[in-house]
């Protein structure tokens, strides 16, 4: 099992900046893909970016240019930089992992999400 933890969220102005963190604990070799994804009220949850474990990413377009996945392996921590954002943006932001040996797709699991806040 792997156990994810986030932690970084807050309030913040439009145009500011927040960095997620997501530590990862367990039988962390598993891992394959780790990725963020947010909620916000009444809406579905979305992929906001990925990376892979040899560091390739992918982004949302509503968060390109603005936003930046990284991962340190040396830490089995994973990033969200965030920077210029926007009202919009607020929501539960969740980090979720692949587990590299099962063959079901998608993401395997799951923070228990930290809030992100966005004031105009």
């Known amino acids: 099992q792997v156990q994810l933890v986030e932690s970084g969220g807050g309030l913040v102005q439009a145009g500011g900046s927040l960095r997620l963190s997501c530590a990862a604990s367990?039988?962390?070799?598993?891992?394959?893909?780790m990725g963020w994804h947010r909620q916000a009220p009444g809406k579905q949850r979305e992929l906001v970016a990925t990376i892979t474990s040899g560091g390739s990413t992918n982004y949302a377009d509503s968060v390109k240019g603005r936003f930046t996945i990284s991962r340190d392996n040396t830490k089995d921590t994973a990033y969200l930089q965030m920077n210029s954002l926007k009202p919009e943006d607020t929501a539960v932001y969740y980090c979720?992992?692949?587990?590299?040996?099962?063959?079901?797709?998608?993401?395997?699991?799951w923070g228990q999400g930290t809030q992100v806040t966005v004031s105009s």
């Open positions: 367990g039988n962390i070799f598993s891992i394959n893909a």
């Open positions: 979720a992992a692949q587990n590299r040996f099962r063959s079901t797709p998608g993401y395997h699991y």
